[in-house]
């Protein structure tokens, strides 16, 4: 539904002004809106993201919208620290890899 701009096939989940919505950024200043890291390039959102952790575990999504490229990763570390470092580097390989 994402990568095809609030469709499913042939049928229309999001309409057109609800999915712009959803990409939309409701707090003036910040990159996040509707559960979502949105990151824009000329005014225009080309990536879409969202994360979630506990104490030992965590999750990441990624979604180019150009592209049609996505990532999702799940790890689990029992140091936080570690967890924290590893979460970076991730996200570095994932934006590292959108790019080729």
Do not use: C
């Amino acid at each position: 539904m994402i990568l095809e701009r609030g469709r499913f096939g042939d049928r229309t989940l999001l309409e057109p002004e609800i999915y712009k919505n959803y990409l939309s950024l409701p707090f003036a200043g910040k990159a996040y809106g509707m559960g979502w890291t949105i990151r824009k390039e000329n005014n225009r959102p080309v990536e879409i993201s969202h994360t979630g952790s506990l104490a030992s575990s965590r999750a990441s999504l990624r979604i180019n919208l150009d592209t049609g490229r996505y990532a999702i990763v799940f790890y689990t570390l029992t140091d936080t620290i570690i967890s924290l470092k590893t979460g970076q580097s991730i996200n570095r390989a994932i934006g590292t890899a959108f790019k080729e």
